[in-house]
């Protein structure tokens, strides 16, 4: 593993030493990345070395902080072809600890937490990043502060109470839940590990793109759709790929267009992107059936836009209705049960290979892409139940669907 240069705020440029625990600039509150010697690595660490390493993110160790890992078995998941789409993959992120991608951020701001020496972990969750952070706070000793809106999927509230975490919800959303964090933290002496307010988290996250690299033999695909909620898994990628350049790993391909995937309930990324603005507004009213996608201001919203511009990317919202038929979709044509949010990939898929009167379609049926399922449909059980779906009838002691 590396060690961690120090910490570069994404706005104004400032350095920040990597031996302290940080949140955010304190000078203008941008985004922190943490920088490694990509210089020296880039004649040691070259992508032939990855191949008999363990099939978790700390293969890619070289361009991770040197920490002792806490690790669960974390990525690596795996990369499937479509069985409806010629060109597309379906990168099946449901696999991993606590069923969604949010284990891979966790597994490395919870290893270096641990590192520095701090010993209560505090988080406002949609859902899934709760569960993660209350598993790999188990796993590493930590105690656990976990604040999630009151309907959040029941998988998510249960997950906490086993992984033995302090829960609280919050008759709210997540923008609410960070307020209660960032009021209390000081004086309960907990370390804020909200999406974005600590580096670490998008240094787990980013090993998707590399992850992408290995696993398309040393390709990157033309395009990435990806849900965003908070944008760290676009954000993270995007981090990664300019390693990979500094590395000398993308020689003679140009990197994917990103497309930001979000629900038409909660849409702020959509509608600052279609208002060229460079930093979106409080989404009033947020309501979908894709928790993970109920963030109605996130905080990296200036490289989000940023990314999707450089990519030449974009982004677009479906409906909840949209995204039921997508889940069922997956489920019957490719077997794979995916959380609401991934679902929204497919949805946007279709949306973008579609051609809007004369105009020639977003994306080619030549196009390699690769929709991102971020979770599995097993935690939103109950928010499948009796949506639309068939519902289970009890006659005369008979149980069976109609
Ligand atoms: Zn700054």
């Not at 099946?92 to 969604?100: A, C, I, V």
Request: glycine residues 10%; neutral net charge; contains cysteine.
């Amino acid at each position: 593993m590396s060690k961690v240069i120090h910490l570069e705020c994404t706005r104004c440029g400032s350095d920040l030493p990597a031996d302290k625990p940080q949140n955010v600039c304190p000078k203008d509150g941008g985004v922190l990345f943490a920088r490694y010697d990509l210089r020296s690595l880039k004649t040691n660490f070259t992508p032939d070395l990855l191949a008999d390493r363990s099939a978790t993110l700390w293969r890619y160790r070289e361009v991770l902080p040197d920490v002792g890992p806490i690790s669960l078995g974390e990525g690596f998941t795996p990369l499937l072809p479509s069985r409806e789409f010629r060109n597309v993959w379906i990168k099946d992120e449901g696999l991993n600890p606590t069923g969604s991608f949010k284990a891979r951020g966790v597994s490395v701001a919870v290893s270096v937490a641990k590192s520095l020496g701090i010993k209560k972990i505090a988080m406002p969750s949609a859902g899934n990043a709760g569960s993660a952070l209350a598993a790999y706070a188990a796993a590493a000793g930590l105690e656990a502060h976990i604040f999630m809106p009151a309907d959040v999927p029941l998988a998510n509230r249960v997950e906490c109470e086993v992984y033995g975490a302090n829960l609280t919800l919050v008759n709210g959303l997540i923008s609410d839940c960070g307020r209660i964090v960032a009021e209390r933290k000081e004086t309960e002496g907990w370390f804020d590990v909200s999406t974005l307010k600590e580096p670490y988290r998008v240094e787990g996250k980013k090993t998707m793109a590399y992850e992408l690299f290995e696993q398309l033999d040393g390709q990157l695909p033309d395009a990435i759709i990806f849900p965003s909620g908070g944008g760290v898994g676009v954000i993270a990628m995007w981090k990664a790929f300019d390693e990979m350049e500094q590395l000398g790993w993308l020689t003679n391909q140009s990197r994917p267009r990103m497309i930001v995937a979000q629900a038409a309930g909660c849409a702020p990324i959509v509608k600052a992107w279609n208002e060229n603005k460079l930093a979106v507004e409080m989404w009033k009213d947020s309501a979908t059936v894709a928790a993970g996608l109920r963030v109605p201001k996130p905080y990296g919203d200036y490289l989000v836009l940023d990314i999707l511009r450089r990519s030449k990317g974009t982004a677009v919202a479906v409906t909840d209705d949209e995204i039921r038929t997508a889940v069922r979709d997956w489920g019957k044509h490719e077997g794979i049960f995916a959380a609401p949010e991934g679902a929204a990939s497919l949805a946007i898929y279709r949306k973008l290979r579609m051609s809007s009167g004369a105009d020639p379609p977003f994306l080619s049926e030549n196009e390699r892409v690769v929709l991102f399922n971020t979770g599995t449909g097993l935690k939103y059980l109950d928010v499948f139940q009796g949506r639309k779906h068939p519902v289970s009838r009890h006659i005369g002691g008979i149980i069976g669907p109609y």
